[in-house]
């Protein structure tokens, strides 16, 4: 898994690219650690990510809880056909989000049909 970093006025974007699974978690981990430490915005683009497995929203839903806690926003974008298929066969489709204090509410959560916003 590659990633870019990129710091705007509206806050940070990290793109993913490629796999997204297991044996990138520890880099993934340090990265969205870094990033939800550098700035009150943070924005994860999967529209890249060609394979995923369930680690990925593990480390995705532990980031944002954090950032939830820290006082910070962090939102997920542009799911790849790859990131939908594994948030369906996975159960992370939700009705009711999991983070109530949540400014942007959970990252799952059906809005208007759609998965993620």
């Not at 430490?37 to 990510?49: E, F, I, N, P, R």
């Not at 006082?71 to 948030?87: E, L």
Request: proline fraction near 1%; include cysteine; charge should be neutral.
């Amino acid at each position: 898994m590659d990633s870019k970093v990129e710091h705007t006025d509206n806050g940070i974007m990290l793109t993913l690219y490629g796999d997204a699974t297991i044996q990138s978690a520890v880099d993934l981990k340090g990265v969205l650690a870094r990033e939800i430490g550098g700035g009150d915005s943070l924005t994860v683009d999967l529209a890249y990510v060609t394979d995923c497995d369930v680690s990925l929203f593990q480390l995705l839903c532990a980031a944002h809880k954090r950032a939830v806690s820290d006082g910070k926003a962090m939102r997920v974008s542009n799911c790849s056909p790859a990131v939908s298929r594994v948030v369906s066969s996975g159960g992370f489709r939700r009705d009711i989000g999991c983070v109530a204090k949540a400014q942007d509410g959970c990252f799952w959560q059906r809005k208007d049909g759609e998965v993620t916003r």
